[in-house]
T-cell receptor, first 117, second 114 residues
Framework: AQKITQTQPGMFVQEKEAVTLDCTYDTSDQSYGLFWYKQPSSGEMIFLIYQGSYDEQNATEGRYSLNFQKARKSANLVISASQLGDSAMYFCAMREGISGNTGKLIFGQGTTLQVKP | NAGVTQTPKFRVLKTGQSMTLLCAQDMNHEYMYWYRQDPGMGLRLIHYSVGEGTTAKGEVPDGYNVSRLKKQNFLLGLESAAPSQTSVYFC?????????????FGPGTRLTVL
Protein backbone atom coordinates (compact mmCIF):
# COMPACT_ATOMS: atom_id res chain seq x y z
CA ALA A 1 0.00 0.00 0.00
CA GLN A 2 1.12 3.52 -0.72
CA LYS A 3 2.18 5.54 2.29
CA ILE A 4 3.74 8.88 3.17
CA THR A 5 5.65 9.32 6.43
CA GLN A 6 6.67 12.59 8.02
CA THR A 7 8.58 11.78 11.19
CA GLN A 8 8.98 15.32 12.54
CA PRO A 9 5.81 16.48 14.29
CA GLY A 10 7.39 19.85 15.09
CA MET A 11 10.46 21.80 14.06
CA PHE A 12 12.05 25.08 15.08
CA VAL A 13 14.36 27.18 12.95
CA GLN A 14 15.99 30.53 13.45
CA GLU A 15 14.98 33.26 11.06
CA LYS A 16 17.24 33.46 7.96
CA GLU A 17 18.53 29.92 8.46
CA ALA A 18 17.75 26.93 6.24
CA VAL A 19 15.58 24.03 7.38
CA THR A 20 14.87 20.57 6.02
CA LEU A 21 11.53 18.85 6.50
CA ASP A 22 11.65 15.10 6.05
CA CYS A 23 9.34 12.98 3.94
CA THR A 24 9.63 9.32 3.03
CA TYR A 25 7.23 7.42 0.84
CA ASP A 26 6.37 3.90 -0.10
CA THR A 27 4.96 2.86 -3.42
CA SER A 28 5.32 0.05 -5.93
CA ASP A 29 4.50 2.35 -8.84
CA GLN A 30 7.29 3.47 -11.17
CA SER A 31 5.46 6.65 -12.08
CA TYR A 32 4.29 8.94 -9.31
CA GLY A 33 4.34 12.55 -8.22
CA LEU A 34 5.37 14.14 -4.95
CA PHE A 35 3.97 17.40 -3.63
CA TRP A 36 4.52 19.73 -0.72
CA TYR A 37 1.73 21.92 0.60
CA LYS A 38 1.84 24.63 3.25
CA GLN A 39 -1.01 25.20 5.66
CA PRO A 40 -0.72 28.43 7.67
CA SER A 41 -2.76 29.02 10.79
CA SER A 42 -5.51 30.53 8.62
CA GLY A 43 -6.16 27.01 7.33
CA GLU A 44 -5.84 27.17 3.56
CA MET A 45 -3.72 24.68 1.63
CA ILE A 46 -1.02 26.33 -0.47
CA PHE A 47 0.86 24.36 -3.12
CA LEU A 48 4.64 24.79 -2.87
CA ILE A 49 6.51 22.39 -5.10
CA TYR A 50 6.20 19.26 -7.24
CA GLN A 51 8.61 16.48 -8.15
CA GLY A 52 7.86 13.82 -10.74
CA SER A 53 9.36 10.38 -10.27
CA TYR A 54 11.09 10.57 -13.64
CA ASP A 55 12.45 14.10 -13.14
CA GLU A 56 16.22 13.89 -13.14
CA GLN A 57 16.79 17.18 -11.40
CA ASN A 58 15.55 18.24 -8.01
CA ALA A 59 12.65 20.66 -8.20
CA THR A 60 13.14 24.24 -7.06
CA GLU A 61 10.66 27.08 -6.57
CA GLY A 62 12.18 30.24 -5.17
CA ARG A 63 13.30 29.52 -1.61
CA TYR A 64 11.87 26.00 -1.75
CA SER A 65 13.74 23.01 -3.10
CA LEU A 66 12.98 19.33 -3.00
CA ASN A 67 15.80 16.95 -2.16
CA PHE A 68 14.62 13.90 -4.12
CA GLN A 69 16.44 10.66 -3.40
CA LYS A 70 14.58 8.03 -5.38
CA ALA A 71 16.55 5.00 -4.21
CA ARG A 72 15.93 5.96 -0.58
CA LYS A 73 12.32 6.93 -1.34
CA SER A 74 12.69 10.30 0.26
CA ALA A 75 11.49 13.73 -0.84
CA ASN A 76 12.63 16.24 1.72
CA LEU A 77 11.63 19.89 1.51
CA VAL A 78 14.39 22.44 2.01
CA ILE A 79 13.44 26.01 2.86
CA SER A 80 16.31 28.44 2.56
CA ALA A 81 16.56 31.76 4.39
CA SER A 82 13.56 31.10 6.64
CA GLN A 83 11.11 33.93 7.22
CA LEU A 84 8.60 34.45 10.01
CA GLY A 85 5.85 33.89 7.46
CA ASP A 86 7.12 30.36 6.90
CA SER A 87 5.68 29.32 10.27
CA ALA A 88 3.00 26.82 9.30
CA MET A 89 2.11 23.16 8.96
CA TYR A 90 3.76 21.46 5.98
CA PHE A 91 2.37 18.39 4.27
CA CYS A 92 4.09 15.99 1.94
CA ALA A 93 1.78 14.18 -0.47
CA MET A 94 2.07 11.56 -3.16
CA ARG A 95 -0.09 11.06 -6.21
CA GLU A 96 -0.47 7.50 -7.29
CA GLY A 97 0.89 6.36 -10.59
CA ILE A 98 -0.74 6.62 -13.97
CA SER A 99 -2.18 3.15 -13.61
CA GLY A 100 -4.77 4.57 -11.25
CA ASN A 101 -5.46 7.63 -13.35
CA THR A 102 -7.48 9.27 -10.61
CA GLY A 103 -5.08 11.93 -9.37
CA LYS A 104 -5.73 10.97 -5.76
CA LEU A 105 -3.29 12.33 -3.20
CA ILE A 106 -2.04 10.50 -0.13
CA PHE A 107 -0.89 12.85 2.61
CA GLY A 108 1.61 12.53 5.41
CA GLN A 109 0.76 13.57 8.96
CA GLY A 110 2.39 16.96 8.58
CA THR A 111 5.23 18.86 10.25
CA THR A 112 4.66 22.07 12.18
CA LEU A 113 7.44 24.56 11.53
CA GLN A 114 8.03 27.52 13.81
CA VAL A 115 10.44 30.23 12.75
CA LYS A 116 12.06 32.12 15.62
CA PRO A 117 12.98 35.79 15.23
CA ASN B 1 -11.70 33.80 -11.08
CA ALA B 2 -12.64 32.59 -7.60
CA GLY B 3 -10.86 29.21 -7.84
CA VAL B 4 -12.39 26.67 -5.46
CA THR B 5 -15.08 27.86 -3.08
CA GLN B 6 -16.81 25.97 -0.27
CA THR B 7 -20.13 26.62 1.40
CA PRO B 8 -20.61 26.93 4.35
CA LYS B 9 -17.40 27.90 6.13
CA PHE B 10 -18.62 26.76 9.56
CA ARG B 11 -21.45 24.56 10.74
CA VAL B 12 -22.62 23.00 13.97
CA LEU B 13 -24.90 19.98 13.78
CA LYS B 14 -26.59 17.77 16.31
CA THR B 15 -26.12 14.03 16.11
CA GLY B 16 -28.47 12.56 13.54
CA GLN B 17 -28.98 15.75 11.54
CA SER B 18 -28.16 15.89 7.86
CA MET B 19 -26.41 18.50 5.76
CA THR B 20 -24.78 19.08 2.41
CA LEU B 21 -21.45 20.78 1.78
CA LEU B 22 -21.10 22.50 -1.56
CA CYS B 23 -17.89 22.79 -3.50
CA ALA B 24 -17.69 24.90 -6.64
CA GLN B 25 -14.80 25.53 -9.01
CA ASP B 26 -14.62 27.91 -11.95
CA MET B 27 -11.45 26.53 -13.55
CA ASN B 28 -13.17 23.92 -15.75
CA HIS B 29 -11.38 21.13 -13.89
CA GLU B 30 -12.36 17.54 -14.55
CA TYR B 31 -11.22 16.07 -11.25
CA MET B 32 -12.66 16.96 -7.85
CA TYR B 33 -11.99 15.59 -4.38
CA TRP B 34 -13.31 15.75 -0.84
CA TYR B 35 -10.86 15.34 2.05
CA ARG B 36 -11.22 15.54 5.80
CA GLN B 37 -8.52 16.77 8.16
CA ASP B 38 -8.42 15.71 11.78
CA PRO B 39 -5.98 16.94 14.45
CA GLY B 40 -2.57 15.30 14.20
CA MET B 41 -3.42 13.66 10.92
CA GLY B 42 -2.97 14.58 7.33
CA LEU B 43 -5.80 14.92 4.89
CA ARG B 44 -7.71 11.76 4.09
CA LEU B 45 -9.69 11.26 0.92
CA ILE B 46 -13.43 10.73 1.38
CA HIS B 47 -14.77 10.60 -2.19
CA TYR B 48 -13.64 11.84 -5.55
CA SER B 49 -14.87 12.39 -9.09
CA VAL B 50 -13.01 12.05 -12.37
CA GLY B 51 -15.66 13.89 -14.35
CA GLU B 52 -19.24 15.09 -14.48
CA GLY B 53 -21.64 12.36 -13.45
CA THR B 54 -18.96 10.13 -11.90
CA THR B 55 -18.07 9.51 -8.27
CA ALA B 56 -15.90 7.00 -6.45
CA LYS B 57 -14.98 6.09 -2.89
CA GLY B 58 -11.79 7.20 -1.28
CA GLU B 59 -10.06 6.08 1.88
CA VAL B 60 -12.79 7.01 4.41
CA PRO B 61 -16.18 7.05 2.61
CA ASP B 62 -18.45 5.63 5.31
CA GLY B 63 -21.21 7.98 6.41
CA TYR B 64 -20.85 10.26 3.39
CA ASN B 65 -22.41 10.49 -0.04
CA VAL B 66 -21.46 12.68 -2.99
CA SER B 67 -22.87 13.88 -6.27
CA ARG B 68 -21.38 15.55 -9.33
CA LEU B 69 -24.35 16.55 -11.46
CA LYS B 70 -22.54 19.55 -12.92
CA LYS B 71 -18.88 19.71 -13.82
CA GLN B 72 -18.26 22.73 -11.65
CA ASN B 73 -19.96 21.43 -8.49
CA PHE B 74 -19.17 18.57 -6.14
CA LEU B 75 -21.54 18.02 -3.22
CA LEU B 76 -20.73 16.12 -0.03
CA GLY B 77 -23.67 14.89 2.03
CA LEU B 78 -23.94 13.65 5.57
CA GLU B 79 -27.24 11.79 5.99
CA SER B 80 -27.04 11.24 9.74
CA ALA B 81 -24.20 13.16 11.34
CA ALA B 82 -22.11 11.56 14.08
CA PRO B 83 -19.60 13.16 16.48
CA SER B 84 -16.84 11.22 14.69
CA GLN B 85 -17.52 13.38 11.65
CA THR B 86 -16.39 16.50 13.47
CA SER B 87 -13.56 17.65 11.24
CA VAL B 88 -12.37 20.21 8.75
CA TYR B 89 -13.48 19.34 5.23
CA PHE B 90 -11.53 20.39 2.18
CA CYS B 91 -12.58 20.26 -1.42
CA UNK B 92 -9.96 20.23 -4.17
CA UNK B 93 -9.88 20.14 -7.93
CA UNK B 94 -7.34 19.52 -10.66
CA UNK B 95 -7.38 19.78 -14.42
CA UNK B 96 -5.89 16.34 -15.02
CA UNK B 97 -4.86 13.33 -12.98
CA UNK B 98 -1.15 13.43 -13.72
CA UNK B 99 1.90 15.44 -14.57
CA UNK B 100 2.76 18.79 -13.10
CA UNK B 101 -0.79 19.54 -12.07
CA UNK B 102 -1.39 20.34 -8.47
CA UNK B 103 -4.71 20.11 -6.73
CA UNK B 104 -6.25 23.46 -5.91
CA PHE B 105 -7.91 23.53 -2.53
CA GLY B 106 -10.89 25.39 -1.20
CA PRO B 107 -10.73 27.28 2.10
CA GLY B 108 -12.26 24.45 4.10
CA THR B 109 -15.45 23.90 6.10
CA ARG B 110 -15.20 23.44 9.85
CA LEU B 111 -17.94 21.06 10.98
CA THR B 112 -18.77 20.27 14.58
CA VAL B 113 -21.22 17.50 15.43
CA LEU B 114 -22.54 17.60 18.99
Amino acid sequence: AQKITQTQPGMFVQEKEAVTLDCTYDTSDQSYGLFWYKQPSSGEMIFLIYQGSYDEQNATEGRYSLNFQKARKSANLVISASQLGDSAMYFCAMREGISGNTGKLIFGQGTTLQVKP
Amino acid sequence: NAGVTQTPKFRVLKTGQSMTLLCAQDMNHEYMYWYRQDPGMGLRLIHYSVGEGTTAKGEVPDGYNVSRLKKQNFLLGLESAAPSQTSVYFCASSITSGGYNEQFFGPGTRLTVL
